[in-house]
Structures are given as C-alpha cells and as structure tokens.
C-alpha cells in the first residue's frame, strides 16, 4: 500500500534519506523559530530548568566534598587499647589476634605501639615545650603503657572492638580503651549524618526543581501547541507527517535543556569552582572536590546540556501526548 | 479513479450521512457534487481524503483500497490528493510563496526544487505578483486561487474542492471555476461541491445530486441509460 502511495509523488526526485534528512532540518528550523516566538515563554522555561540543572550540579559537588572530607576523617579515626605495665608481647598478640580474627569486626588494621615509640611519640608532640620535656624526664617507662591503635573499615564497628577488650578474661591485661573519650569519631559521624543530609535533601531540591521545570515546559508547549492550532491543522489536512508536526516542539523544549545546561554550567564553573580556592583556603578538605570537578569537565558539561535536553524533551513528550494527540481520522 | 462501492457513514446511532451510497468517477472527469445543506456531500468528500472511515462500504481510489490503509500511511494518501477549502485554511503569517511552498516543504522537497515549482503554479492560477503577499492582502478570490496552488502544486491525481466558490462574489467564484478548469484539463480529476446553481447549468459537466445521504440524480447515469 505504501509502495503505492509513494508511486503518487512521481514528480518528486531524490533519494528518500536526502528527503528525510532535509525534513529534520526543517523540523530544526521550526523549532528553533518557535523557542524565538515564544521569547517570554522560552525564557522562563529555560531560567527553571537551569535552576534545576544548577540545583543538580551543586547536590553533586557538596555531596562529593562531604564523602570525600568524611573518608578522610574516617581514615584517621582509630581507637587505642592500653595494656598493663607487667603485659608481655605475647599477651599483646593474643589481643590483637583475638580483635583481627573477628571476621565481623571488618579491621582494617592493628599497630603495636611500644612503651618506647609511645613516649618516643609524646616526646615529639610536646619536643617545643622545655617544661613539659623536664616533666617527662622525672617519669619513669612504665608511664607510658604499651598499646594497639585498631581502625575498622566501618567507624561505628570500634564500639564492638573494645567490648572484646574489656571483656572479663582480659580485665588483668588491659588498662583502658581510647574509645570512651573518643570525640574525634562523634565529630565525624555528625559530619557523616550531615552529608547524608545534604545528599538526601540536594536530591529531594533536585527532584522538585525537575518537577517544577517539567510543568512549565510542559505548559509552554501546551501553549504553542495552542498558539499553533490552526497550522497543525492544515499540516494534518496537507499531508504532513506525524512527527512532522510533533517534531518542532521536541526541538524547541530540547533548546531550552540545551541553553539551560550551557548557563547551568558556565554558573558553577564560574562562580562555585571560580570561588572554591579561597573557600579552601578556609577547609582544606574542599581541594580534592574542586579538583575532581575540574578535572571531568569534558564528562559534567555534556552529561549537564544531556540532563537539560532529556528533561526538556520528555516534557515535550508529555504535552504532546496529552494536547496534540491526533489521528488523521475522526 | 474513484469508486464507492455501497458506502454508509453514520454519526452516532441516528445521524445517517450517507447511505449506501455507490459511484464510480473516471479519471479526468470534473464532477459537480450538489445538494442542500447537510445532504452527505462533504462528508464524502471527507471519506476521499480520510478524515472519516466509513461505518460500511469499500472505497477505493487510484487503486488504494481504503480498508488496507495504515494510519501511518494517511499524510501519503493526502499528499497524492489535493484538497480545497470553503475557508481557504490559508496560513495568515505566511506569504503568497510560502503558503504555497509549504505543501512541498513538508514532503522534503529542496528549496532548488521549490523555488522551480513554485512560480510555475502562481502563474498557472493568475497570481503574478502577489508571491510577497499576506492572506489577508488578498481577496477572496486571489486567497481560494492560492489555496488551489497549494493544492495542485504536488500534481495530484485528484482534486477535491468542498464549496470554493461558497465565500465568493459571482466574479471570483467564475475566476476560481476557470483556473480548476484549467486544471482539470491538464489530467487532474477533479470534485467540486457547490450549491450554485448558475455554475452548474454553465459548466455542463456531471452532476451528481446527494439528498438525505443518498445519490438521488446522476446525470453520467442518465446519459448512459440514453
């Protein structure tokens, strides 16, 4: 039936690839003379859906900087088992095998700290102060007990580190643990928790922006579709195609993702990764982030301009569905 | 060309439209459709270009059976058959050139090959001059000689005119018969619906009289039984 139907447009030469390539070109065209009709409608749309897109990119820079300033306090948190004076090496090292065995535990790692290397260690820490060096110099080595520093894969994993420590048959071995007074790893965890936070509700700001610019695009076409009622009807009556007809307002809601993802872009690139140096200046735990960022620029700004055009697009879809949603027969 | 094979069109359960309604139209042939006001004409003229389906009946067209056609393959059917309207349906921000052009546009044609078709069919329907301007420029008449431009500038089979002459004063209803004459002569069938009578008794071509949704003269028919 086709076959036949095309046999009609015999005075039409050219190949039906050159034809069809020539059509998306005027469907671009349209589009694009749609999104500058529309030049208060089209502005809106695209301010929204660059907030929206800006919105995303900065969830993804705090929620990296966090993570990355978590891990890194994370790594540092450990917790100390002192052990008594008359403790030998052996009795150490059943602790510490006792603590490393524990497949649940997750260890990432267990130091011996000496006597010596633990007042070898004060010792540097406090090598400034003359009065505290005199101090230490009327204590004897019993003074500073021997010990294991533990880390764990998960922080909140210590707690059940030095409930093996504190255990009955160990009471006459260890002294005491780091864990009680341990203000480092509350600090972090909070810091944990507010990641979390900023994650959970960059996500949730992110996804009601994407609602909020999927309405107005979704209006703006429904508008321009209405604007343009009497057109698409002739193009129907004529014989233009579905997706002749479809395709303009596909192009005109993928400009405002595209131009929405461009100044999306240029704003976080400009203004927060322009700025973030003297803000590390202040949290040094910022630089790798900016640094990360930085260093996928040719992934985020087309990933961002994709994004925009995804969105604008499905939008587009939608108002299509719901308005423009014609048979050629009643 | 053109065959309706006991064609029914129903609106809902009672509004009738046409009723068994049979015809065949000849290629080359102009046709007059006559009949009151809600007699069936435009609804057949609408079963041709498939803005409705029949509720019973074959139709066939140039060789395309109706009841094999895909909705997907409607816009070819509409590019192979040229439609005009009482109202024209003229885009009012486009000019004379470019409601013209438009119709080539949308099936691809290069702006080469527009640029060649086009001045041919302004001047084949009188409109020199008038390439820059705006609809509403013109007047009636000019405005229904660019919409047949439109119609005929992909040299359709079939020409369908569903009452061109209906919004125009008798000297530009006679200017607009003319050009579709002229049209019809160079091998374009052609279908007019019309309730002028002065143009049909004038043009003495086939009439075909629709009442109630049923061909009630057809003077091809007469003029065979003689």
């Known amino acids: 039936m086709t076959h036949l139907l095309k046999q009609g447009l015999n005075s039409m030469k050219g190949s039906n690839f050159k034809r069809k390539l020539i059509n998306a070109r005027r469907v671009f065209v349209i589009g694009s003379h749609s999104f500058i009709r529309n030049a208060w409608l089209s502005v809106a749309a695209t301010v929204v859906m660059g907030i929206t897109l800006a919105c995303i990119l900065l969830t993804l820079f ?104 504190r255990a009955k048959k160990y009471s006459k071995i260890v002294y005491k643990d780091s864990y009680k007074d341990d203000a480092k790893r509350v600090a972090v965890d909070r810091l944990g928790n507010i990641a979390k936070f900023l994650r959970n509700g960059g996500f949730v700001a992110s996804l009601l922006f994407g609602a909020i610019s999927i309405l107005v695009i979704l209006n703006t076409i429904r508008m321009a579709i209405f604007n343009r009622k009497d057109e698409i009807e ?40 322009g700025q973030a140096p003297k803000l590390g200046s202040y949290v040094e735990e910022i630089r790798p982030a900016v640094e990360k960022f930085q260093s996928i620029v040719w992934l985020l700004v087309p990933a961002t301009l994709l994004i925009g055009i995804a969105i604008g697009s499905f939008s587009a879809y939608l108002a299509i569905r719901k308005h423009l949603r014609f048979s050629h027969t009643k | 060309m053109i065959l309706f094979d006991r064609v029914t069109k129903k609106y809902g359960k009672k509004g009738l439209a046409l009723d068994r309604v049979s015809l065949h139209i000849a290629p080359k042939e102009f046709v007059l459709i006559v009949g009151a006001s809600g007699a069936g004409k435009s609804t057949l003229l609408k079963l041709l270009t498939r803005e409705e389906k029949p509720t019973a009946g074959k139709i066939v067209v140039g060789g395309i059976d109706y009841d094999q056609l895909k909705d997907r393959e409607i816009p070819l059917l509409r590019r192979k058959i040229g439609t005009i309207y009482q109202d024209f349906k003229l885009l009012p921000n486009r000019t004379v050139f470019e409601n013209i052009a438009f119709a080539l546009e949308i099936v691809g044609m290069t702006s080469k090959e527009i640029n060649f078709t086009v001045p041919r069919v302004i001047d084949l329907v009188g409109l020199n001059g008038k390439e820059k301007s705006f609809p509403k420029e013109l007047s009636g008449g000019e405005q229904q ?12 089979k079939i020409l369908i005119a569903d009452e061109p002459t209906g919004n125009l004063d008798p000297k530009h209803a006679w200017d607009v018969v003319a050009v579709l004459e002229k049209i019809n002569q160079h091998g374009t069938t052609v279908l007019m619906t019309t309730h002028n009578q002065d143009i049909v008794k004038k043009l003495k071509r086939r009439v075909i009289t629709i009442d109630g949704g049923r061909i009630s003269n057809d003077t091809s028919v007469k003029a065979g039984a003689k």
Do not use: C
């Open chain 1, 62 to 165: 705090a929620s990296y900087t966090l993570t990355s300033t978590v891990k890194s306090f994370t790594d540092n948190i450990d917790v100390s088992i002192y052990f008594n004076a008359n403790v030998s090496k052996e009795q150490i090292d059943e602790v510490s095998s006792a603590i490393r065995n524990d497949s649940s535990l997750g260890v990432k790692e267990v130091t011996y700290v000496s006597k010596e290397e633990a007042r070898a260690n004060y010792e540097a820490s406090i090598k400034d102060s003359i009065k505290e060096l005199q101090s230490l110099s009327q204590t004897n080595d019993d003074t500073f007990p021997a010990s294991i520093k533990v880390k764990t894969y998960d922080t909140g994993k210590l707690q059940d580190v030095v409930e093996i420590t």
């Open chain 1, 234 to 273: 002739i193009m129907q009556l004529i014989g233009a195609s579905k997706w002749y007809i479809r395709g303009p307002f596909l192009v005109e809601a993928s400009i405002y993702g595209a131009i929405a993802g461009v100044f999306a872009s240029l704003f976080f690139y400009l203004l927060v990764l």
């Open chain 2, 145 to 156: 000689r660019v919409a047949i431009a439109r119609a005929v500038v992909r040299q359709p």
